[in-house]
C-alpha cells in the first residue's frame, strides 16, 4: 500500500506564492505518474497538474502558467509550485499515483488578504 503525505499548504496574500510537497512510501515511486487535485468548498475535485514517469507534464487550464508540478525520484516526492496565487486558487490539495489510485489526506491552501 503506498502512503501520501501532502505539506506546505497555508494562508498567502493573492499574489503570493506557495510550495506544496508529496511524499511517497516505497522503493518504485519513479515509475508512476502522479497528480495534483483540489476541492474547492461546494465543487467537485478537479485535477490541477499531472507529470509522468518521464517528467512530462500538463496542466489545467485555469493555473497554466502560474503553477509547476515536478518531480524528485531519489527523494520519493513530487512538488507543486504555485506562483501568483489567486483567491480562487483556495481549495483542499490532494496528490494522487495515477496508476494505484492512492489520495494523501490533502493540505489546506487559502489565497486571501
Known amino acids: 500500500q503506498v502512503q501520501l503525505v501532502e505539506s506546505g499548504g497555508g494562508l498567502v496574500q493573492p499574489g503570493g506564492s506557495l510550495r506544496l510537497s508529496c511524499a511517497a512510501s516505497?522503493?518504485?515511486?519513479?515509475?508512476?505518474?502522479m497528480g495534483w487535485y483540489r476541492q474547492a468548498p461546494g465543487k467537485q475535485r478537479e485535477s490541477v497538474a499531472r507529470?509522468?514517469?518521464?517528467?512530462?507534464?500538463n496542466y489545467a487550464d485555469s493555473v497554466k502558467g502560474r503553477f509547476t508540478i515536478s518531480r524528485d525520484n531519489a527523494k520519493n516526492t513530487v512538488y507543486l509550485q504555485m506562483n501568483s496565487l489567486k483567491s480562487e486558487d483556495t481549495a483542499v490539495y490532494y496528490c494522487?499515483?495515477?496508476?494505484?489510485?492512492?489520495w494523501g489526506q490533502g493540505t489546506q491552501v487559502t489565497v486571501s488578504s
Open positions: 494522487k499515483n495515477l496508476v494505484l489510485g492512492s
Open positions: 516505497g522503493s518504485i515511486f519513479g515509475i508512476y505518474p
Open positions: 507529470i509522468s514517469s518521464e517528467g512530462n507534464t
